[in-house]
């Protein structure tokens, strides 16, 4: 069954702490994104790849990092450094000019 | 850069009743389409693309979009809606250059029987 997966649904943050958001496809799509979403303003890009062990900054990135160590996996970390990171996040594969999304995460600060 | 502007932020409509979703985008260079659904609490599905050819797109569940080059616009389209078309509606744009999506800030439909 291919298509693209998150986990978790949901995440908890404490102040200070460093949170990864995990996102796989078996789509063996080349390019990945991950998008931050927050009521009535769409979808903002974060990061992307669009091949293994490279990776660019989207719009904003700042308080975020990634890895793409291997073609199925991008994971976000959300470290302490973003200030409000309250909101959902929205991983995408595609192969060329379509991008395909995942279920997304919805990340909470305690 | 590219840039979409969605001209509603909600849109209210009764069930079988017609339903029309305006997109506008600006763009210095030859664009792709795309407008995505999103039910409460999901990831966003592909209900249609321009990328080439014929101006009216068809896509899943009754939609359709037209591209306007001279006026800048792929506005969404159903003839008849459903109480199960209640979501929110992204339109995205896209550089032949680079594939990256610039995406609208929503419009959300509530069908109502």
């Known amino acids: 069954d291919g298509g693209i997966t998150q986990s978790p649904k949901y995440l908890f943050r404490k102040e200070g702490q460093n949170v990864t958001l995990s996102c796989e496809q078996n789509?063996?799509?080349?390019?990945m994104y991950w998008y931050r979403q927050d009521p009535g303003q769409g979808l903002r890009l974060i990061y992307y790849?669009?091949?293994?062990?490279?990776?660019q900054k989207g719009d904003i990135a700042e308080g975020y990092s990634v890895s793409r160590e291997k073609k199925e996996s991008f994971p976000l970390t959300v470290t302490s450094a973003q200030k409000n990171p309250t909101a959902f996040y929205l991983c995408?594969?595609?192969?060329?000019?379509?991008?395909?999304f995942g279920p997304g995460t919805r990340l909470l600060v305690l | 850069a590219q840039s979409v502007t969605q001209l509603d932020s909600q849109v209210p409509v009764f069930e079988e009743a017609p339903v029309e979703l305006r997109c506008n985008y600006s763009?210095?260079?030859?664009?792709?389409l795309f407008w995505y659904v999103q039910y409460p609490n999901q990831g966003l599905q592909l209900l249609l693309k321009?990328?080439?050819?014929?101006?009216l797109v068809k896509g899943i569940n009754g939609f359709e979009a037209e591209f306007n080059k001279s006026q800048t616009s792929f506005h969404l389209r159903k003839p008849s809606v459903h109480i199960s078309d209640t979501a929110e509606y992204f339109c995205?744009?896209?550089?032949?250059?680079?594939?990256?999506?610039?995406f609208g800030a929503g419009t959300t439909v509530t069908v109502r029987a």
């Open positions: 789509l063996n799509h080349d390019a």
């Open positions: 995408a594969s595609s192969l060329g000019e379509t991008q395909y």
């Open positions: 763009s210095s260079v030859s664009v792709y």
């Open positions: 995205a744009v896209s550089s032949a250059l680079d594939y990256k999506l610039s």
């Open positions: 790849s669009q091949i293994v062990n490279d990776f």
């Open positions: 321009y990328l080439s050819g014929s101006t």
